[in-house]
C-alpha cells in the first residue's frame, strides 16, 4: 500500500498530513496495521509524528475501551520519539 505514495512524496512536501479511515481491525481490535502505516508515511515524507493527524472512522470509536488506549499509545510513541 505505501507504494503508491513513493512517488507522490517526490512531488509534495506537505507541512502536515491528515488520515481518516477506520484504523483498527474490526476483527481482531488491532491497531498494528495503521501504526505501521503511519511510521512508514512519516518516514516517507520526512515529518514529524506530531504533524500526523489522526481522525478515526466510525468502528474506531464505537470501541471506547480501545479508543482510550489507542490515544495513549499514540501520545506515549510522541512522547519517546518526538522526530522519529
Known sequence: M?????KLAERIHPNFI????DHRHIKYNDYSDA?????????????KKEDVFLVPGNHDV?????????????IKDI?????A
Open 2 to 6: 505505501i507504494n503508491g505514495y513513493k
Open 35 to 47: 501504526l505501521k502505516f503511519l511510521e512508514e508515511i512519516v518516514v516517507l515524507f520526512d515529518m
Open 62 to 74: 464505537e470501541n471506547y475501551e480501545f479508543r482510550n488506549e489507542s490515544i495513549q499509545t499514540i
Open 18 to 21: 491528515i488520515v481518516t479511515s
Open 79 to 83: 512522547d519517546v520519539n518526538p522526530d
